[in-house]
């Protein structure tokens, strides 16, 4: 088995150092879309207040399409840059101040 470890700048600072997202979710291709479990561990490496934005390392212990997207998106901290489940003022604000233009997600 291999390990699927991903860093996301994202949207907030988590309350909790380390936590867990078991929130189903359907596949978006699927014409049945029946919820399937899934599961990902997270955890803060380095908050940053004054930015409104934390850096989280996001462990998969299933793969579900934009699942680590999806799930911190339910959790209220989008990946900073998302331009499908993050909010759109904060990724503006990010790309004018910070020089973000993508997606802040990477294995």
């Excluded at 955890?43 to 850096?55: E, G, Y």
Aim: aromatic share 8%; charged share 35%; hydrophobic share 30%.
């Amino acid at each position: 088995d291999c390990d699927k470890r991903y860093i996301a700048l994202v949207r907030g600072v988590p309350e909790e150092a380390e936590w867990v997202n078991d929130h189903p979710l359907t596949d978006k291709d699927s014409r049945n879309r029946t919820k399937r479990d899934c599961l990902t561990e997270f955890r803060t490496l380095l908050a940053l207040p004054d930015s409104r934005a934390a850096l989280v390392e996001a462990r998969l212990l299933t793969g579900r399409r934009h699942q680590i997207r999806r799930h911190l998106s339910n959790g209220r901290h989008q990946i900073l840059g998302d331009t499908l489940y993050g909010k759109g003022r904060d990724n503006t604000f990010f790309r004018e101040n910070y020089q973000l233009p993508r997606l802040f997600l990477h294995a």
